[in-house]
């Protein structure tokens, strides 16, 4: 993956751990998982490697940053509502289910790699939080499952952006609340510049970072614009109230390397009449 620094978070499918925690599962290297070999990330390839190369930055000094900034975040947001039942979709190791406060909630964390979702069952799993292996192209819950949805730097490596939206919608039940934070579309410059050999094919960039241990990065964004990121969300039913940027790049005053957006799912109009429907039968025994 890019050069690992104190804002590198380039990748996201995937997440850290504590001094209570099991013992590590894979033997870590100094600057990653094996030299003089190519690590891959993007939205289809989960192996090893890459499961390694993503632990090496997040459980690194680097990653104390997401305390600051992304962590006290969700803990704002959960507190608004109070849910009961939360999905992380990009749960990679587990470490963000304790970051945040689930005293009174069940977790549910998906992380497509098998590596990371095995990861996560070994050093994060309690009674109310769990880990399962599972693809936010088809996620394998009923609908309405969860009243709380959300995604940390996963957004930006999917290829089909309305595809995934449409599943986060459906597990997440009316009046659920969702979160989403991803690369902010007005600085992807930040997010591509650590890359040389450097492709793009319409809303697909590639590129490769060679890191001093002689191991290469070959990793595939998905440059998706705000626009078309806000329309799939709320073509879904979902209802954005708000959307920030936040860890700002040096000298660009209010720009953002990241976007926050969270908001509520509208109600389908049947399930208005049904609420509507019990309503009157009740005051009529």
């Known amino acids: 993956m890019p050069v690992i620094r104190q804002d590198s978070e380039i990748h996201g499918l995937f997440h850290h751990r504590d001094s209570t ?8 290297s100094r600057h990653g998982p094996c030299r003089n070999t190519i690590t891959r990330m993007d939205d289809s390839t989960f192996d090893r490697r890459s499961a390694l190369d993503w632990i ?3 459980e690194s000094e680097n990653a104390r940053v997401r305390d600051t900034d992304i962590y006290p975040l969700l803990n704002a947001w959960l507190k608004g509502f109070a849910p009961v039942n939360i999905l992380e979709v990009g749960s990679g190791q587990g470490i963000c289910s304790t970051k945040i406060d689930l005293d009174s909630c069940e977790y549910t964390g998906v992380d497509p790699n098998p590596f990371l979702a095995d990861r996560a069952k070994n050093l994060y799993a309690r009674v109310n939080r769990k880990f399962i292996q599972g693809n936010v192209y088809e996620l394998r819950f009923s609908d309405w499952t969860f009243d709380a949805v959300f995604s940390i730097t996963v957004w930006h490596l999917l290829a089909d952006l309305q595809r995934a939206t449409n599943e986060l919608s459906r597990v997440l039940g009316p009046n659920g609340s969702f ?3 991803t690369a902010n579309p007005g600085a992807y410059s930040a997010w591509t ?6 492709k793009s094919e319409g809303r697909r960039f ?4 060679k890191h001093s241990d002689k191991s290469v990065s070959h990793d595939v964004l998905y440059l998706h614009t705000l626009n078309e990121i806000t329309d799939a969300l709320k073509s879904t039913h ?3 109230e708000a959307v920030e940027t936040f860890r700002a790049l040096e000298g660009s005053g209010e720009q953002g390397r990241f976007i926050l957006i969270r908001g509520k799912k509208r109600p389908p109009i049947d399930f208005k009449s049904k609420i509507r429907v019990s309503n009157t039968r009740k005051g009529q025994t």
């Open 21 to 28: 925690s099991a013992p590590t599962i894979w033997p870590k």
């Open 56 to 58: 090496q930055l997040i």
């Open 179 to 181: 979160l989403i934070i």
């Open 193 to 198: 510049e650590v890359y040389s050999d450097a």
């Open 206 to 209: 590639e590129g490769i970072v």
């Open 238 to 240: 979902l209802e954005i």
